[in-house]
Nanobody, 117 residues
């Protein structure tokens, strides 16, 4: 069965950095597109960044120039480097795998990121 386990969240002051990791298992990692999404209480789960199986990358406008998505196929791991963090980045961050028909098939449990002023 597919498992996605996020780690690396925590609390940081505005302007600081965090690096999130998503350890994947139970499927062929290299053939699936991957993504990071985030959700604050009472809000929709919104796309942060995606990386396809052939390395096409997209970012939400709100994180361009600050966040970097990457994948290490040898380690079956997805990363999100987050720099210059803002209070509006505060959310639960989720890893997603295997885009099919416009929706990801698999999701992790989430890791909390809290940015204070």
């Amino acid at each position: 069965q597919v498992q996605l386990v996020e780690s690396g969240g925590g609390s940081v002051q505005a302007g600081g950095s965090l690096k999130l990791s998503c350890a994947a298992s139970g499927y062929t990692f290299s053939i699936c597109g991957m993504g990071w999404y985030r959700q604050a209480p009472g809000k929709e789960r919104d796309m942060v960044s995606r990386i396809s199986r052939d390395s096409i990358i997209t970012y939400a406008d709100s994180v361009k120039g600050r966040f970097t998505i990457s994948r290490d196929n040898a380690k079956n791991t997805l990363y999100l480097q987050m720099n210059s963090l803002k209070t509006e980045d505060t959310a639960m961050y989720f890893c997603a795998a295997c885009l099919l028909g416009g929706a990801f098939r698999h999701w992790g449990q989430g890791t909390q990121v809290t940015v204070s002023s």
